[in-house]
């Protein structure tokens, strides 16, 4: 069966119209992370260089973690909560009588989700740059690759809230279980620099924790640790695994 039919670019449309009539969903994933580095950018502390981050300041190091608030939210609390929604209304389920396949919705849903979390991304760091003077990436290519390998274990992890979640508020409270957490391992309550060694190294070994730390080795002219790269590798894999095994259609 091919992977792209016309009805899937019907499909991909009439998401799209759907989608940009969601003003919750556009303000959490475009809106909110630019607000959420401009209110740090206005603590005066932190636009000043700060020894225990090495030299850098605060605002530097919270642009890659506010990159991250983006894929946080589409990918934890966005797109199940949507997804769990098409399932329980029947939605899914009618879709096998037509030539569109419930598929074709589940991508498009993941492809608009993304692009909302990258240009999300690509205003936070015009943002960082243009206002508070945070150098762009200095390793373009390794942060475009950091970012994909963010989106696929991002998206997979909202793939398995998705086919845990009986009902679209049961996927909003996963979601939110998870997002807190989330939250803590991008860096954005606390950098991850200034944690405890111990405390680090677990936060590390996490998507979010992993992916805030390779982007701030990029966005210094650095490839990231492969550790880091690793560990987002293998996240990605065992997700998505783990979507495929239990997402239900009905």
Do not use: C
């Not at 030299?55 to 797109?79: E, F, K, N, W």
């Not at 098409?86 to 492809?111: K, N, S």
Request: hydrophobic share 55%; proline share 7%; no cysteine.
């Amino acid at each position: 069966m091919p992977v792209f039919t016309p009805a899937s670019g019907r499909v991909l449309k009439t998401e799209t119209r759907l989608f940009t009539r969601e003003p919750g969903t556009l303000f959490w994933v475009l809106v909110f992370p630019p607000l959420l580095l401009t209110a740090f950018g206005l603590i005066p502390g932190y636009r000043k260089p700060d020894a225990d981050l090495g030299g850098l300041r605060a605002i530097d190091v919270y642009v890659p973690s506010t990159v991250l608030v983006a894929l946080i939210t589409a990918s934890l609390q966005a797109m199940p909560a949507a997804l769990t929604g098409y399932r329980e209304r029947g939605i899914l389920r009618r879709m096998r009588t037509t030539p569109a396949r419930p598929a074709d919705l589940l991508v498009a849903q993941m492809v608009l989700h993304l692009a909302a979390a990258l240009l999300a991304a690509l205003l936070v760091l015009a943002l960082g740059n243009l206002v508070y003077d945070v150098a762009l990436p200095q390793n373009p290519l390794a942060y475009a690759v950091t970012l994909a390998l963010a989106a696929v274990a991002s998206l997979a992890m909202g793939a398995v809230i998705t086919s845990v979640a009986r009902t679209a508020k049961a996927a909003t409270a996963i979601g939110m279980s998870v997002f807190f957490p989330a939250m803590f391992a991008a860096g954005i309550y606390v950098p991850v620099q200034v944690l405890p060694d111990a405390v680090r190294q677990i936060v590390e070994l996490t998507p979010f924790g992993a992916t805030a730390q390779a982007l701030s080795e990029a966005a210094t002219g650095n490839w990231p640790a492969w550790d880091h790269l690793a560990a987002l590798g293998l996240w990605g894999v065992v997700l998505m695994a783990t979507a495929a095994r239990w997402f239900r259609w009905e």
